[in-house]
């Protein structure tokens, strides 16, 4: 059962253009969503979270969109470049704070590969 | 901080033969877990670790066990090797439990890249 749902599998963009990434999640419960990036070769690292108390966090060219009502949220990269080639996940957790040994569990999304032509 | 480091980089194995993947930190985390990466699959959980000596069980554990005998370790081993195991694994580790919104910070290590044939 696939608790988040991501799209596009994959995505082309040209440089300077904004990158769209969508992740659909099922779990009212969930409490923590974040964006990962991943090179080739390499393990994943956050790039931004974000709580569902806001609608909207930027860092830099990164934005992340939540629409909690929709059980929605997205991650835009404005003015995209070669360099944000990666695969990107979208992850859910939560609800947070327990103490109990189920943790901050992630459960992630597919995966979405983008490419920046220069 | 070498945070978290994984051996091997790569391997190789037969069908039936058993494997410890190696997975430790020094980031002094609590929470500690395997991943598997296979494509059009995303990542999925393995098992888990809120501490030493509590170990639980995540979204794909069979064929493998793992054991939390300190804090910065958790191997995962492979009992039986299977076609089905070809993959790349991922160990990851972050604070438990998460008290401010940077502590729920996963960090990965570098991955196996394991093919069972």
């Known amino acids: 059962q696939q608790q988040v749902k991501q799209s596009p599998q994959s995505l082309i963009v040209q440089k300077g253009g904004i990158s769209i990434i969508n992740c659909a999640y099922e779990?009212?419960?969930?409490?923590?969503f974040p964006w990962y990036q991943q090179f080739p070769g390499k393990g994943p690292a956050l790039l931004i979270a974000?709580?569902?108390?806001?609608s909207e966090k930027k860092e830099g060219r990164f934005t992340i969109s939540f629409n909690k009502s929709a059980k929605q949220f997205s991650l835009h990269i404005m003015d995209s470049q070669p360099g944000d080639s990666a695969t990107y996940f979208c992850?859910?957790?939560?609800?947070?704070?327990?103490?109990?040994?189920?943790?901050?569990?992630?459960?992630f999304g597919t995966g979405t590969r983008l490419a920046v032509r220069p | 901080n070498a945070g978290v480091t994984q051996t091997p980089k790569f391997q190789v194995l037969k069908t039936g033969q058993s494997m410890t993947l190696q997975c430790a930190q020094d980031?002094?985390?609590?929470?500690m877990s395997w991943y598997r990466q296979d494509p059009g699959m995303g990542l999925r959980l393995i098992h888990y670790?809120?501490?030493?000596?509590?170990?639980d069980q995540g979204e794909v554990p069979n064929g493998y066990n793992v054991s939390r005998s300190t804090t910065e370790d958790f191997p995962l081993r492979l009992l039986s090797a299977a076609p089905s195991q070809t993959s790349v694994y991922f160990c990851?580790?972050?604070?438990?439990?998460?008290?401010?919104?940077?502590?729920?910070?996963?960090?990965f290590g570098p991955g196996t890249r394991l093919t069972v044939t």
């Open positions: 992850a859910t957790s939560g609800p947070s704070g327990r103490h109990e040994s189920s943790g901050d569990k992630l459960t």
């Open positions: 779990n009212t419960a969930f409490d923590y």
């Open positions: 974000i709580r569902p108390d806001v």
């Open positions: 980031m002094n985390h609590e929470y």
């Open positions: 670790s809120v501490g030493a000596g509590i170990t």
């Open positions: 990851a580790s972050s604070y438990f439990p998460a008290t401010s919104a940077s502590s729920y910070e996963q960090y």
